[in-house]
């Protein structure tokens, strides 16, 4: 069964980065398409982001257009989410969630996601 395994999360200060690493440490990723969400205190599951594993193409929500960014390294079997300029809102559980094939859920959908990780925190306060 897929597992998946969410790292890079901490304590930022505000206008500063990190970097989310998801894995499947006995499982290959290359037929999947992963997302991210994340989830704040008294909030809905977000979806913010998404990466195919087979062709690379990414997307963003809105809400993190510009700032955030999921990107996947094929060779290593790990799907990355840079997020840049973060502030206090930002603040949450984050999640990395695997699909396979075709869906008629959106990327940003957790209905679309049989699998999930989970999830590593991330504070951004100072």
């Known amino acids: 069964q897929l597992q998946l395994v969410e790292s890079g999360g901490g304590l930022v200060q505000p206008g500063g980065s990190l970097r989310l690493s998801c894995t499947a440490p006995?499982?290959?990723?290359?037929?999947?398409?992963i997302g991210w969400f994340r989830q704040a205190p008294g909030k809905e599951r977000e979806g913010i982001a998404y990466?195919?594993?087979?062709?690379?193409?990414?997307y963003s929500a809105d809400s993190v257009k510009g700032r955030f960014t999921a990107s996947r390294d094929k060779g290593k079997n790990v799907v990355y989410l840079q997020m840049d300029n973060l502030a206090a809102e930002d603040t949450g559980v984050y999640y990395c969630?695997?699909?396979?094939?075709?869906?008629?859920?959106?990327?940003?959908?957790?209905?679309?996601?049989?699998?999930w990780g989970q999830g590593t925190q991330v504070t951004v306060s100072s």
């Open positions: 990466a195919a594993m087979s062709d690379g193409i990414t």
């Open positions: 969630a695997a699909s396979e094939g075709v869906s008629s859920y959106g990327p940003f959908s957790p209905a679309r996601y049989g699998a």
């Open positions: 006995d499982f290959s990723l290359d037929d999947y398409g």
